[in-house]
């Protein structure tokens, strides 16, 4: 634990919870390292500091006297209508465009979009099983426009055994499974032609919360088609637009 405190070279047993409040307060003013790193940083020392006293190495935890960090709040907003209708203009490729309707249309991680293949789509139901945190098995569904887009793009792909293959594949040969690194870059290149900023796959999945729920979805059926395991989680998702509200209070008020 070298550099905590106002000394180096401090006993662990001997650090205290000024000693972490002091050095936080200068990595913060000499790094710029935001409150929500710091606060990551806190709760695995904190594991940290358990496991010595578990391990009867010192008798007290001193993360526990820092006290909460209070976190900057940023609203991560969703993609606009403009927005959405931006990036599918400017997709360059069938599989572009597929793959923009596949993460919009499923709300899947980007770690889900890329693992299943061909033949886990089920076409005529417009659905198909995805493997979320934990290996946890859920559902989920094709809208009209991605079952059409997705169809076209593997009607391009005349490899034998499709079924077999993987969804997404690269532009080039050798066709290889495209990669969560492959995805991310693309869409930052959509994004830039299309003039859309923040433009990642997590964005879709917060965006077709968003739509469901204004649709009229309830929350808890939100949280299954999100793969939740609590509604706080999903609660994080919810952006409750300027225009609802005012047309809740026409109707309410």
């Not at 007290?60 to 820092?66: A, R």
């Not at 572009?96 to 991680?109: I, K």
């Not at 995805?130 to 059409?148: I, M, P």
């Not at 059926?221 to 952006?239: A, P, Q, R, S, W």
Request: charged share 30%; aromatic share 10%; hydrophobic share 35%.
């Amino acid at each position: 634990m070298y550099g905590l405190g106002s000394q180096r070279g401090k006993r662990i047993e001997d650090i205290t919870g000024m000693d972490l409040r002091y050095y936080y307060g200068a990595m913060r003013e000499q790094r710029g390292i935001k409150m929500s790193t710091m606060q990551t940083r806190l709760h695995y020392l904190s594991s940290f500091w358990d496991f010595l006293i578990t391990e009867e190495l010192v008798h007290s935890n001193p993360v526990k006297k820092v006290g909460l960090i209070k976190l900057e709040k940023t609203i991560k907003k969703p993609f606009s209508a403009e927005e959405m209708e931006a990036l599918r203009v400017n997709c360059s490729n069938l599989r572009d465009r597929a793959l923009a309707e596949f993460l919009y249309s499923t709300g899947v991680r980007v770690s889900e979009l890329v693992a299943p293949n061909v033949g886990d789509i089920e076409m005529g139901k417009q659905e198909l099983i995805v493997y979320g945190k934990g290996s946890k098995e859920r559902k989920t569904y094709l809208t009209d426009s991605a079952k059409f887009y997705l169809r076209r793009y593997l009607q391009t792909r005349k490899q034998d055994g499709l079924n077999n293959q993987p969804l997404f594949v690269t532009l080039d040969q050798p066709y290889d499974r495209l990669t969560v690194v492959g995805v991310q870059y693309m869409l930052r290149q959509l994004g830039r032609r299309a003039g859309v900023k923040n433009t990642h796959p997590h964005r879709f999945r917060r965006t077709i919360v968003n739509d469901l729920l204004a649709r009229g979805m309830k929350i808890e059926e939100v949280k299954e088609f999100l793969g939740h395991e609590k509604l706080d989680t999903t609660m994080i998702y919810c952006t409750i637009k300027e225009k609802n509200v005012q047309a809740s209070h026409r109707k309410y008020a």
